[in-house]
């Protein structure tokens, strides 16, 4: 069992910036991605970002890009994820989760195998 400790969340005016942590048990690099997602009440959950570990190789929702920025400290086995320029509509429960399988599509949930309890952000004025 993996179990992932998300951290970061809060509460943020829009426009403002939050940085969430995943902490991992064990060497992040020994998963083949660590992942970020995010789902709003009433919505599915969607993929936000994730890296992938062979190559450092970095993925993005289309619709997040240039905003929010996935990066990892090895030595601390975490993984972070800097939302700037937060919108109300970026308000949702964060995961993250892990892959111990090359995932094809990386922001795919069903490529995740462990996922942590995730941590609130709530975006509002």
């Known amino acids: 069992q993996v179990q992932l400790v998300e951290s970061g969340g809060g509460l943020v005016q829009p426009g403002g910036s939050l940085r969430l942590s995943c902490a991992a048990p064990?060497?992040?690099?020994?998963?083949?991605?660590i992942g970020w997602f995010r789902q709003a009440p009433g919505k599915e959950r969607e993929g936000v970002s994730c890296?992938?570990?062979?190559?450092?190789?970095?993925h993005y929702a289309d619709s997040l890009k240039g905003r929010f920025t996935i990066s990892r400290d090895n030595a601390k086995n975490t993984v972070y994820l800097q939302m700037n320029s937060l919108k109300p509509e970026d308000t949702g429960l964060y995961y993250c989760?892990?892959?111990?399988?090359?995932?094809?599509?990386?922001?795919?949930?069903?490529?995740?195998?462990?996922w942590g309890q995730g941590t609130q952000v709530t975006v509002s004025s």
């Open positions: 989760a892990v892959a111990v399988q090359p995932p094809y599509w990386p922001l795919r949930s069903y490529e995740y195998e462990y």
């Open positions: 064990g060497r992040i690099l020994d998963y083949h991605a």
């Open positions: 890296v992938i570990s062979a190559d450092g190789s970095t």
